[in-house]
């Protein structure tokens, strides 16, 4: 130990500084390179959650569209008997849940073709002036 504060040492010394000093140098520039190698790989698969999240949203929002218009079509048929059986306070009932179903189908969708559109709004707006002369007889 007294060899490293030894004057005639100190070339010696210095040498084994600086080879040491380069060698640390050299394994934080690896280290650093394979940080961010790590954080480039960490990006991509965020980004493949990120898109993997959108397909799920979008596989739940063509799952509650078609539930939805599952209950209309079976709020429909039952109108269809009650108005058969000539029940016109169920006929309100059931022309009301479809009417609802529609209107939830026509907020959750996505900007889908304007044929599309229109025909939700025509059923909607059939509905509504179905209830109200329901309401009227």
């Given at each position: 130990m007294s060899a490293l504060f030894d004057p005639a040492n100190a070339l010696y010394v210095s040498a084994w500084s600086l080879i040491v000093g380069v060698i640390s140098g050299a394994i934080?520039?690896?280290?650093?390179?394979?940080?961010?190698?790590q954080l480039l790989k960490a990006?991509?698969?965020?980004e493949a959650v990120?898109?993997?999240?959108?397909?799920?949203?979008?596989q739940n929002r063509i799952y509650d569209t078609l539930r939805e218009l599952e209950?209309?079509?079976t709020a429909l048929e039952s109108a269809n008997r009650s108005c058969r059986k000539e029940a016109w306070n169920d006929l309100y009932d059931y022309c009301s849940v479809a009417r609802t179903s529609v209107h939830n189908v026509m907020i959750a969708r996505d900007a889908g073709s304007?044929?599309?559109?229109s025909n939700l709004t025509k059923a909607h707006s059939v509905l509504s002036s179905m209830m109200v002369q329901i309401l009227n007889a």
């Open positions: 934080t520039l690896l280290g650093f390179g394979f940080t961010i190698l990006q991509g698969k965020a990120s898109l993997a999240l959108e397909d799920l949203k979008k209950r209309a079509l304007t044929e599309e559109n």
